[in-house]
């Protein structure tokens, strides 16, 4: 179904070897802190910019998902706890499916 509710949940590798989630944590909103999606700010007119040139690369279907890995790169890049590795799980009433998996291999 075209219009079914989905949720997609992506996560980073951790780079702390001692992190209590035992190496793997849930994207957070730490993005937030330095302006990062706010287009008001340098950072968010900069990474506004850089995702127009990336998402080029990526078909319609799979736009939505590769910006969640877009947005934690660029928080890998600003806090040091996050890792640049994301893996994308796609959660729907009827089952779930692995979108990217990049840590986990």
């Keep these: 179904m075209a219009n079914e509710r989905r949720i997609m949940i992506a996560y980073a590798t951790d780079r702390n070897p001692e ?3 035992g190496g793997i944590m849930l994207f957070r909103n730490c993005q937030n802190e330095y302006g990062l999606l ?3 700010t340098e950072l968010g007119k900069d990474a506004a910019k ?4 990336e998402k080029t690369n ?3 279907s799979e736009k939505e998902w590769r910006w969640l890995i877009f947005v934690i790169k660029l928080t890998s890049e600003r806090e040091k706890g996050v ?3 994301a ?3 796609e959660v729907k009433r ?3 499916r692995w979108l990217h998996t990049a840590s986990c291999k």
């Design 19 to 21: 992190s209590r989630e």
């Design 38 to 40: 706010d287009p008001e």
């Design 50 to 53: 850089r995702w127009e040139k």
């Design 58 to 60: 990526f078909s319609e």
């Design 83 to 85: 890792g640049p590795d």
């Design 87 to 89: 893996d994308v799980l």
């Design 94 to 96: 009827t089952g779930a």
